[in-house]
Each structure stands twice: as structure tokens, then as C-alpha cells.
């Protein structure tokens, strides 16, 4: 069949299955529509070749559930409610994604969810994990942890700017990210989890308020992240 000009697609809430190259070639579409709550499963190749895609509209409430499954979590920076709102990574935590500028920006209240490596069974993966288009994340006030595995093997990101709300720093949050610039806001260093920045490159640094250097560098852990601890004039403790 050919669906070279076709544009949008409803799916109905029945469906619980989407087959291999279902919706391949369909240069044309633009945007999908799906009516379930529960992510219908997504073989391969569904979508490919779709490269007009631009908008993937789920129930009110299921953003979240559609971003963190398999397959679907591929989609996770154009997928939406009715409502217009992205997906949240917290219960009151929103985040939004700008495609142009490369941006990711985390906002609300309160913490952000905890996540799993892929590996694990049946893990809860961030929507962007593994991202090669994030150049810039934005945590804004109010938010108060950043979760867990958040931020893992997204090589492209540069830069990421943690408010004074942030308290804690989950396990292996920056695990794998090259020459990243992280700039913590907090006078108090955050609680900070085990292996939270392990493996970043050697050119990434981490920028604390002036005045807090000396308090960061004697804290248990942080520490052990000396040789890449700097204030915001430049000056470091080695």
C-alpha cells in the first residue's frame, strides 16, 4: 500500500500492537494519535523513513508511560498529551525538550524520578537516556533531586546548570558524558550519589559558587571529584 501522502494517523485505543515497518515510507506523516492509555507495543522499524514526524499526541496523564517504554521512548521529544504538556520526570517535575537549540529543560517541584540502566529487567529508563542531540540541560528552581541515572550516555551534552534547590544527586547521574561543563548553584554540596559523574571525560568540569570551593573540596563526596572542582572565577584546589 502505498502511504507516500499520508499526514496523520489515529490509533484507536484497542490496539495493543503496532507490526514491523507499519507506518515505513510514510513520508508525508506528520502526526500520530494514539487513544490509550497503555503504550501499545512498537515493533521495529515502525516509523522509519518518517522523517516529516513531528508530533506523536497521547491521552492526558500517559506521556510519561509512553516516554520510558521501550521503543517509544525513541520518539520521547516529540511525544505530548492533549493537553499540549511533555512529560513528566517527577510527580509535579515537567520536562521539555527544544530541538533547535538542543536544550533540555527541567522544571517544577520537588524531586525528579529515579531510573534504570536498560540492562536492568524491566527498567524505567529516562526519555532521553542514551541522547545524542542533548547539547544543554536547564534544571530550574524548585526542583530538589535530580534522579538517578538521568543524564547517563548522553554524549553530546555540554552543559548543565543545577539550582540551590537541588539537595541530593542520584547514582551514576552524569555516568559517560564528555566534556561537560556542570555548574552547581548550591553554597551546601548536594548529597551525591555513587558514581554520579564516573567516566566523564577528562576536559568536563564542575563549577561551584565562589567562596564554596574550599567547603566542596573537604566534603566525603564530593571530594574525590578534586581534579575537576573549580569556582566560578577559574580558581581550583590542586
Not at 65 to 73: H, I
Not at 100 to 126: C, F, N, R
Not at 174 to 190: E, I, M, Q, S, W
Request: contains cysteine; negative net charge.
Amino acid at each position: 500500500v502505498d502511504c507516500s501522502s499520508l499526514q496523520t494517523i489515529e490509533i484507536p485505543a484497542n490496539v495493543t500492537r503496532i507490526h514491523e515497518e507499519a507506518f515505513m515510507f510514510c513520508y508525508a506523516l506528520s502526526s500520530v494519535k494514539l487513544y490509550s492509555e497503555e503504550p501499545p507495543t512498537l515493533d521495529d522499524h515502525v516509523f522509519e523513513d518518517c522523517d516529516n514526524l513531528k508530533q506523536i499526541i497521547v491521552p492526558d496523564g500517559a506521556a510519561y508511560a509512553y516516554c520510558t517504554t521501550v521503543g517509544w521512548g525513541s520518539y520521547a521529544s516529540i511525544i505530548e498529551d492533549v493537553s499540549g504538556n511533555g512529560a513528566m520526570c517527577g510527580d509535579d517535575v515537567l520536562w521539555t525538550y527544544d530541538s533547535e537549540s538542543g536544550t533540555l529543560t527541567i522544571s517544577g517541584t520537588g524531586p525528579m524520578y529515579d531510573y534504570d540502566a536498560p540492562e536492568d529487567d524491566e527498567p524505567k529508563v529516562s526519555p532521553w537516556y542514551d541522547s545524542h542531540s542533548i547539547a544543554t540541560v536547564v534544571i530550574g528552581s524548585g526542583v530538589t533531586r535530580v534522579g538517578s541515572i538521568a543524564f547517563s550516555f548522553c554524549r553530546n551534552l555540554s552543559s548543565i546548570t543545577i539550582p540551590a534547590s537541588v539537595t541530593s544527586i542520584g547514582d551514576k547521574d552524569f555516568y559517560g558524558c564528555n566534556d561537560l561543563v556542570v555548574t552547581v548553584k548550591a553554597t551546601t554540596p548536594p548529597v551525591l550519589g555513587g558514581g554520579a559523574f564516573e567516566d566523564i571525560s577528562f576536559c568536563s568540569r564542575i563549577v561551584v559558587p565562589n567562596g564554596s570551593l574550599e567547603t566542596y573540596a573537604n566534603n566525603n563526596y564530593w571530594k574525590s571529584l578534586l581534579f575537576y572542582l573549580e569556582d566560578r572565577n577559574g580558581n581550583n584546589v590542586l
